[in-house]
C-alpha cells in the first residue's frame, strides 16, 4: 500500500516536471515570436526605459530573421533623444518602430554632433555620437524615425540585412579616412532596403586623409558590395565628401556612391545635391558610379552639381551634375535627368568614361552628356525648365504633397506627361545580365508600390515620366 501511494507521488512529481519543462519550452517560444521592449523615456543615455537600454535588453533576447525582438516607442511619446553616449551596436534581429505625428516621425535620435564644425572639413572631426551600427548577419528594420547629427554616419551596415522605412536622416556626417565612409549610410557587404524616405544635408567623409589616394564618402548612401533598393525616396542638398590628394582620388557623390554590388533606384527625386571634389576626379551631385551595376527606373533627377575635378593637376574636370559612370553598369528607364551641372557650371546630366556603360531601357527624357541614348522613346537635349516646375530664376521648384516627402512636379504642358509605360512592362535587364535575378526579385517584390507615383498618386495606364504623375 505504502509502495503504491510512492509510486502515485513519484508519478505527480515526474507530470509535474513535464509540465514545467513545457511550460519553459512555451515560455522560449514566446519570446522568440513576440518579444517586445517599450522606450518610455527620451533619455540619451543607458537608463531604465531608455532607447539605449531597449537596445542592450533587446541584443540578449532570442529571435530569427522573420521573427525579430520588437522595439516600440510608448505611444504618447514624442520629442527628441540627444545622446550621451554611442548608441550599441545592433547584435541581433531588432525591429525599430517609432511613432507618427502629422504623418511625420514624431521622434527625433539625435547624435549631437555639430556640422556647423565640420563644414568644409566633410567629416567626423567635431565632438558627437554615432547612432546605428549592424553587426554581419543581423537583421535590422527602422521605421518612422528621424536620425540626425551622427558623427559616424547614420547607420552602418557592416553585412547585415538593413530596411529603413518612412524615415528622415539629416546632418549625419562620415568619417575621413584612406576612402572615406557616407553621410547617411554606409552599406559594406549587406543588404539595405530604403522605403519612403527623405535625406537631406548629410555630407560624407573625406577620402586620402594620409594625403594620399582615396574616395570620399557619399552625402547619402555608399555602396561596397552588397544590395541596394531604394523605392519612393527624396535626396535634397546632401554633398560628398572631397577625395583625397593621390593620383586615383575621386570625389564621393552627393547621393550614392557605388564601388561594387547592386543598387535598384524607382520613384524616387534627387535633386540640389553636390559632388565631392579632388585633386584628379570630382563626383557628380547625384550618384558616380566605380563599380557594379544600377537600374533606375521612374526617376528625377536635376538641379545637382558636381564637385571640381582637376585633372591630376592638368586642368581637366571630369565630374557630371546628375550622373558619373567611371565603372560599372547603368541602367535607365522612364527617368528624367535634365538641369544638372558639372563642376565648371555647364550643364552635364550624364558621363560615361571608357570602362563604364550605360544602356538605356526606353522612355528616358535626358538633357547633356557625352553618351548618346537610343532606346524606345528616348528624347534627348531636352530643356529642363520646359519639362520640370520650375522657379521664377529657373531652378527646380519642391513642393510636399503629403507627409514629409518633397518631390518636383512636371510643368503645366511638360512633354514628360502620359509618355511612359508601367514599369511592369519593361524587363529591368537583358538575358546576359548575370545579376538578373536581383533586378527582376526587386521589380516583382514592390510591384504594388509601382503602381503609384512617388507621392501616391496611381499611375495612368500611360504614366508620365519622372517619378510623379
Do not use: W
Request: with cysteine; aromatic share 6%.
Amino acid at each position: 500500500m505504502i509502495e503504491n501511494i510512492s509510486h502515485k507521488q513519484n508519478k505527480i512529481k515526474a507530470c509535474k516536471l513535464k509540465f514545467f519543462f513545457i511550460f519553459i519550452l512555451l515560455l522560449e517560444i514566446t519570446i522568440v515570436t513576440n518579444a517586445q521592449i517599450e522606450v518610455s523615456t527620451l533619455a540619451g543615455d543607458n537608463s531604465k526605459g531608455s532607447l539605449i537600454a531597449a537596445i542592450q535588453s533587446a541584443n540578449i533576447q532570442k529571435a530569427e530573421p522573420s521573427k525579430p525582438v520588437i522595439i516600440r516607442f510608448n505611444k504618447k511619446l514624442a520629442g527628441e533623444i540627444i545622446l550621451s553616449m554611442d548608441l550599441p551596436a545592433i547584435e541581433n534581429h531588432i525591429s525599430l518602430v517609432g511613432n507618427l505625428e502629422n504623418d511625420k516621425p514624431a521622434i527625433t535620435i539625435n547624435g549631437s554632433v555639430n556640422p556647423a564644425v565640420n563644414e568644409g572639413l566633410k567629416g567626423g572631426i567635431s565632438p558627437g555620437f554615432s547612432l546605428f551600427s549592424v553587426k554581419p548577419e543581423k537583421t535590422f528594420s527602422i521605421e518612422n524615425l528621424h536620425l540626425t547629427k551622427s558623427n559616424k554616419s547614420g547607420i552602418v551596415n557592416e553585412g547585415g540585412d538593413v530596411t529603413a522605412k518612412n524615415c528622415i536622416l539629416t546632418y549625419n556626417m562620415g568619417i575621413g579616412s584612406v576612402h572615406g565612409t557616407a553621410g547617411a549610410i554606409q552599406n559594406e557587404n549587406g543588404n539595405l532596403t530604403v522605403i519612403g524616405s527623405y535625406f537631406f544635408y548629410n555630407t560624407g567623409g573625406v577620402g586620402g586623409t594620409d594625403g594620399g589616394v582615396g574616395y570620399g564618402g557619399a552625402g547619402c548612401i555608399n555602396m561596397i558590395d552588397g544590395n541596394a533598393v531604394i523605392i519612393n525616396s527624396s535626396f535634397f542638398e546632401n554633398e560628398g565628401g572631397f577625395g583625397g590628394v593621390g593620383v586615383g582620388s575621386i570625389g564621393g557623390a552627393g547621393v550614392v556612391t557605388i564601388r561594387g554590388g547592386n543598387v535598384s533606384i524607382a520613384n524616387s527625386t534627387i535633386a540640389g545635391n553636390f559632388g565631392g571634389g579632388s585633386i584628379v576626379t570630382g563626383a557628380s551631385g547625384g550618384l558616380i558610379m566605380i563599380g557594379g551595376n544600377m537600374l533606375i527606373q521612374q526617376s528625377t533627377i536635376t538641379g545637382n552639381t558636381g564637385g571640381v575635378g582637376l585633372g591630376g593637376f592638368d586642368g581637366v574636370d571630369f565630374c557630371s551634375g546628375g550622373i558619373h559612370v567611371l565603372s560599372g553598369s547603368l541602367k535607365l528607364s522612364g527617368s528624367i535627368v535634365a538641369g544638372n551641372f558639372n563642376g565648371t557650371d555647364v550643364e552635364t546630366d550624364i558621363e560615361c568614361q571608357a570602362s563604364g556603360e550605360v544602356h538605356s531601357l526606353g522612355y528616358n527624357m535626358i538633357g547633356k552628356g557625352n553618351i548618346a541614348l537610343n532606346g524606345t522613346a528616348d528624347t534627348k537635349e531636352v530643356d529642363f525648365s520646359k519639362v520640370l516646375a520650375t522657379t521664377g530664376d529657373g531652378k527646380y521648384q519642391s513642393q510636399i504633397i503629403s507627409g514629409f516627402l518633397p518631390t518636383i512636379g512636371l510643368s503645366e504642358n511638360s512633354p514628360a506627361k502620359n509618355k511612359s509605360v508601367v514599369i511592369s512592362s519593361i524587363s529591368p535587364v537583358t538575358t546576359a545580365d548575370a545579376n538578373a535575378k536581383f533586378f527582376i526579385n526587386a521589380q516583382n517584390v514592390y510591384a504594388s508600390l509601382l503602381k503609384a507615383d512617388q507621392n501616391g498618386k496611381k499611375r495612368a495606364d500611360k504614366p508620365s515620366i519622372g517619378a510623379v504623375e
